[in-house]
């Protein structure tokens, strides 16, 4: 009974993205679905379980159409990569043996870009009155690339890609024409905020361009994580390699330190952006086993750190002390510890039952959620005692906008855990709400500046 169940399902969503399609008439989608329960059906007398039948089935009508492939692309689960044979459509349009070569290109390129400055006396291990210029534009030597090849991959279309050549153009023209004057904490808003805002323009790209759907949201959510840990590795072994490259000229009396300054590390860097992306999409399998075991390792540490936190502040009676490192500090806590939450729900199966991981997960919600409700009231109470400053109000909203967020999450976590709703709500909220943290980023990253007169 349950696998006609989890059968219907799966032709459900089906038939659901059949109807997504203008061109597609009832009609026609119960005509399409009569041929594909056939399919299934002949497949299931030859010995296949419901599961295997309905991929298949799904495999061959795509090779006749365009919209099974389309369901292939929303729907990115586990089992449908075990399964389906990689079909040539616009995702991939040169083929994959080309797809090296492309990035490949792409890491040069960066490569290159990173070194440009310095033909105009940029270095990025120089003076301290060169530093801003590379903190402002970092991000402009890595994340262009990134998304290009996104563009590629995804075979965008004329509009979209002007959308993001816009975005960065507007991002890269505004950073480096605001007069920034002391103390510099709106420079240092931005610059934090900046890279933040672009990673959600990458999104874009990476949905190639339909950035409304909720599972392409939640594949780059995915992606983030995997990106993330295939990025420290790459980070780890470059780091043993720089070590070893030490050593080895010391060996001979040479000191490599400005040649690993100026050209290794740079470059190796800004080709990791790309490379690692890459690694995600071609070696997906690898990770896709390792993140879920380090969420499940990570959120109860996390969770048992926060309890801690809340006992121990509550026995002695101390407060959250609002200054500005902290202020940092604690919502670069909150934010890894929603990430955390965002790539477990990411990773999970939301037809699956609830288990104990589940309930984990809601102590982590609400312990985060007392936390953030403790950090807004004390800055509250600073802004009342001392007044506004640029780091008090970016902490002041961000607290507010993860209180939402992690309070409606506890809400739908108890619902789901009380067989009251399922685990879809949960996880379409979080997709729902990645826009709300782009325009805010938007919004500290440009607007404040002028707001705050650039202090």
């Known amino acids: 009974m349950e696998t006609d169940l989890n059968l219907e399902k799966r032709i459900a969503e089906w038939r659901a993205c059949l109807l997504n399609y203008k061109a597609i008439a ?46 292939a692309l929303e729907y990115s689960e586990r089992l449908w990569k075990q399964f389906t044979p990689p079909v040539k459509t616009i995702e991939n349009r040169w083929g994959s043996n080309h797809e090296p ?101 990458v999104g874009f790209a990476y949905a190639g361009g339909n950035w409304k759907n909720h599972d392409r949201r939640m594949n780059y959510v995915r992606f983030t994580g995997e990106w993330f840990i295939y990025i420290s590795l790459i980070g780890s072994g470059g780091g043993v390699l720089v070590g070893a490259a030490f050593f080895i000229f010391y060996a001979i009396g040479l000191n490599a330190e400005q040649t690993v300054a100026s050209w290794v590390l740079p470059c190796g860097v800004v ?8 690694l995600v999409e071609a070696k997906q399998s690898i990770i896709e086993n390792m993140a879920p075991v380090l969420a499940r390792i990570f959120t109860p540490l996390f969770a048992l750190l926060l309890l801690s936190f809340l006992v121990i502040m509550l026995a002695t009676g101390r407060g959250i002390n609002v200054e500005r490192d902290v202020l940092i500090g604690f919502d670069l ?62 902490a002041l909203g961000l607290n507010i906008i993860l209180v939402v967020n992690l309070g409606w999450s506890a809400v739908l976590l108890v619902r789901f855990l009380t067989q009251r709703s399922t685990f879809v709500p949960l996880a379409h909220w979080q997709t729902a709400y990645i826009p709300v943290y782009a325009f805010w980023t938007g919004i500290v990253a440009l607007l404040f500046p002028a707001i705050f007169n650039y202090r």
């Not at 534009?137 to 290009?148: I, K, Q």
């Not at 080709?271 to 890459?278: F, L, M, P």
């Not at 037809?351 to 953030?372: E, G, K, M």
């Not at 009231?377 to 009342?384: C, E, F, N, Q």
């Open 333 to 394: 806590l909150l934010v890894l510890i929603l990430g955390l939450l965002l790539y477990s729900i990411s990773a999970r199966d939301n037809q699956a039952p609830a288990n104990l991981f589940d309930w984990l997960q809601l102590v982590l919600v609400i312990s985060a959620l007392l936390v953030d409700i403790l950090a807004l009231l004390a800055i509250v109470g600073r802004i009342s005692e001392f007044g506004f400053s640029p780091n008090k109000v970016a």
């Open 26 to 71: 009832a009609p026609d989608s119960a005509e399409l679905e009569d041929h594909l329960r056939n399919q299934i059906a002949i497949l299931g007398e030859a010995g296949l379980d419901d599961e295997e039948a309905f991929i298949i089935a799904v495999r061959r009508m795509g090779e006749a159409d365009s919209i099974s492939r389309e369901f």
């Open 271 to 278: 080709g990791a952006v790309v490379i690692s992306a890459w």
């Open 101 to 201: 070569t492309v990035v490949i290109l792409l890491a040069i390129l960066a490569a290159v870009a990173v070194k440009i400055p310095a033909l105009f006396g940029m270095q990025l291990n120089g003076s301290d009155a060169e530093m801003p210029f590379w903190v402002h534009n970092f991000s402009f030597f890595t994340l262009p690339f990134l998304t290009s090849y996104f563009v590629w991959k995804r075979g965008l279309e004329i509009k979209p890609i002007l959308a993001l050549a816009v975005t960065f153009s507007i991002a890269a023209l505004a950073v480096n024409l605001m007069p920034f004057t002391e103390p510099h904490h709106t420079e240092g808003l931005t610059s934090i905020h900046l890279p933040l805002m672009l990673w959600f323009a």
